[in-house]
């Protein structure tokens, strides 16, 4: 089986969409401190039961999350079934620590698997491969186990073989019971938990049984430290479909030993929290989100971006206010998104090229001093549009461009020779289509 080939026939429709929902909430969205907070405060079990006992989010509305992740060009979302703190968001028959069993008595995944398909999205589920609440997961010693250095536990055996049945069953139960599931997202490996440590390879192929065109992240064998075999030029079974680069926008893209291209999606939050936090108001502007989505794009990526709804099922209102400027800008300019990667010219200086077959995307960040000049295009242009409403830019040539002869020059303005504003500050996209 040639793993590449069937990896990119799998992401074709992923590398098209480009730009995704991810959503983290579950218990820790109460105490509002982030989805590590179980472990960060070395919290038990039994401590962090009165949030199980009190979850009670009255306002979950996942068709207006639906809405709204679509008014916003987002294409696909991917939610948490599962986080670290092994509390389940579905109605998993392998557990009573779930949703259906606190304050909400509701399938908090199936209602999100159907309000996302009805709005025309992809759906994805990320589940935690790590889980501490399970009794069989290693505590005393683990590297991120909120009892990792609790004297109590450390001659506590754990039968790691029944957490993995226990992990593999709620797989099957993800597979089977919530209609096509179109990416499962897992997180993460570490130290000696890698690979064949979670059974990867039996994982794998149950997966690809119950959903033949899931893709799946490289997280079985890596996480955000590291992107594994996927970047080698013999993947192991389990390297998944796509790296997933954290809070960082690869320097180059993504390319295998070969230098063949690897599918990749940089997943964002808004804030410095993936879960829901309080106290974060360090939100990014929506001018830096969507020109990050373009720097994904520009390099053949995709952006997870994420959303921390909070205790009671809400969106934060600075998320919402984020989503809706996206929004505006998505609607005039989706198009030097959806379909496109990486461009035939290099990166020029005053921001970024997408590109679709031979529809040239300008994404001009930085106003220039008199016309703006793009090298490489001389007698290739049948015409030229301002992406955002159609109009049509003149290739010009006015009296102080005489002495570069390779570049073709636009400006947004008259007199052509002198500086113009951009027609939009966060990002005003010229669309080239190519002769
Ligand atoms: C890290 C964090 C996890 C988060 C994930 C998102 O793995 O442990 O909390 O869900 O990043 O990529």
Redesign the pocket.
Known sequence: MDLVKERNKRTAWFLKDRFGM?I?WGLYSIPARG??VMTNEKMSKEEYMQYFEEFDPIFYDPKYWAKVAKNSGMKYAVM?AK??DGFCLFDSKLTDYKSTNTKARRDLIKEYVDAFRTEGLKVGL?Y?IIDWHHDDFPHYGDRHHPMRDNEKYKDVKHNFERYLEYMHGQVRELCTNYGKIDILWF??SYDDMTGEKWKATKLINMVRELQPDVIIDN?LEA??ENSGSIMTNNPNFYAGDFA?P?QIIPPEGIVDENGNPVPWEA?ITMNNH??YSSEDKNFKSPKMIIRKLVECVSKNGNLLL?IGPNAKGEIPEESLRILEAIDKWMKQNGNSIYNCGKSMLPKPEWGYFTQNQNKLYAHIFDGSIGPLGIQGLNGKVKKARLLSDGSELKLIKPWNTMDYNDYIFINFGKPEHLTHPLPDDIDTVVEFELL
Do not use: A, P, V
């Open positions: 991810f983290h989805e590590w948490t986080h670290h990320y935690s997180d993460f997280r996480s955000g997933s954290e997943c993936w879960g994420n």
